[in-house]
């Protein structure tokens, strides 16, 4: 499966600061961008073969940013936006095994697209 969210995120920094600024300011953060995941997702498949690796192409506007601050809170509000509009069953390890990260540059057209891949084999006890 393969899903499309135009635009950038906000970044883990940006994240933080909202929750320092105001203790609801991460948590509104976070619920919007979730909920954009989900409405989105929502028209999409569920995935009915587990577990699976979700992989993630960022496209940014620039290289402002570091990549564990494009791909921490994203990755986050990306996942639990897939559980949340029915793509996903849910989260956990059993579940979600793998993830994967690519950054490029696109500055007309800043998204990050998201694939859902089978992953073989069965959790290490």
């Known amino acids: 499966m393969k899903l499309t969210i135009p635009g950038e995120f906000p970044g883990l920094n940006e994240y933080i600061s909202a929750e320092r600024a105001n203790k609801y300011g991460g ?6 961008c979730t909920d954009t995941v989900a409405w989105l ?3 999409e498949q569920p995935i009915e073969t587990y577990p ?28 639990d ?3 949340k509009g029915g793509v ?4 956990s390890m059993r579940f979600v095994r793998e993830l994967r990260h690519m950054v490029s540059i696109d500055r007309d ?16 006890s």
């Open 27 to 32: 948590a509104e953060m976070k619920k919007g």
């Open 52 to 79: 699976v690796c979700v992989s993630f192409h960022w496209f940014v506007k620039n290289r402002r940013r570091d990549i564990d601050n494009i791909t921490g809170f994203g990755q986050k509000v990306c996942i």
């Open 109 to 124: 057209d800043p998204r990050v697209e998201i694939e859902i891949t089978e992953v073989q084999g069965e959790l290490d």
């Open 41 to 43: 997702a929502a028209i």
């Open 81 to 83: 936006g897939l559980v």
């Open 88 to 91: 996903l069953e849910n989260d």
